[in-house]
């Protein structure tokens, strides 16, 4: 069965410390790997999207690696600020489907001051 | 552009009612879908289109019918509500994938849903 777990489930950190957030999959054949934000009642917003040649891609303080081997991916955010504060979702593409997308549960962020 | 817009943002609904959560594009996308999210889960696939007048059946469709008449609007409708309908829909649209590409999905705002 196709899962995407992440962890941790909920984490708390400082304003200006850095955090990474996990990602493992058992999706297959894979396709590719999609990090979203989603802040507090609102819609994901993506922030990477990775291919099965890409090990490492970033999006300003935001650096999502992928190790296709392990199928583990990582989201590293760099000096968190306040508006940090939101869910990440880990999302795989692929499957024996085609390109259907399967979500993890999310990691909640909260960053405080 | 708008984007995806969806309405209402809030609904609450009593057992046996029907509704339909409305969804729209104004970005030309051939691929569209409606998820639930549940607390603790990832979101789950209810149904989804790739193109007017085809649809298909995700993870979770039971409960819940759709139609695309138009690209730009795909309606999602319960036709007699369940307490365990309970949840946040979203709706999400894209181009539609080819070969291994890899484009972007944009999702709406939401419709936090409650049935009593």
């Known amino acids: 069965k196709n899962q995407v777990e992440q962890s941790p489930q909920s984490l708390i950190i400082l304003e200006g410390k850095n955090c990474t957030l996990q990602?493992?999959?058992?999706?297959?054949?894979?396709?590719?790997l999609r990090w979203y934000k989603q802040d507090t009642g609102r819609g994901p917003v993506s922030l990477t999207i990775?291919?099965?040649?890409?090990n490492t891609k970033s999006n300003g303080r935001y650096t999502a690696t992928l190790d296709a081997d392990t199928k583990q991916s990582s989201l590293h955010i760099t000096a968190s600020q306040l508006s940090d504060s939101a869910s990440y979702i880990c999302v795989v593409s692929g499957g024996n489907a085609g390109n259907m997308l399967t979500f993890g549960g999310g990691t909640r962020l909260m960053v405080k001051p | 552009n708008a984007g995806v817009t969806q309405t209402p943002k809030f609904q609450v609904l009593k057992t046996g009612q029907s509704m339909t959560l409305q969804c729209a594009q104004d970005?030309?996308?051939?691929?569209m879908s409606w998820y639930r999210q549940d607390p603790g889960m990832g979101l789950r696939l209810i149904h989804y289109?790739?193109?007017?007048?085809?649809?298909d059946q995700g993870e979770v469709p039971n409960g819940y019918n759709v139609s695309r008449s138009t690209t730009e609007d795909f309606p999602l409708r319960l036709l007699s509500a369940a307490p365990s309908q309970t949840s946040v829909y979203f709706c999400?649209?894209?181009?539609?994938?080819?070969?291994?590409?890899?484009?972007?999905?944009?999702f709406g705002p939401g419709t936090r849903l409650t049935v009593l």
């Open positions: 289109s790739v193109g007017a007048g085809i649809t």
């Open positions: 970005m030309n996308h051939e691929y």
């Open positions: 990602c493992n999959y058992t999706v297959s054949p894979f396709s590719n």
């Open positions: 990775m291919t099965f040649s890409e």
């Open positions: 999400a649209s894209r181009r539609t994938s080819s070969g291994n590409s890899y484009n972007e999905q944009f």
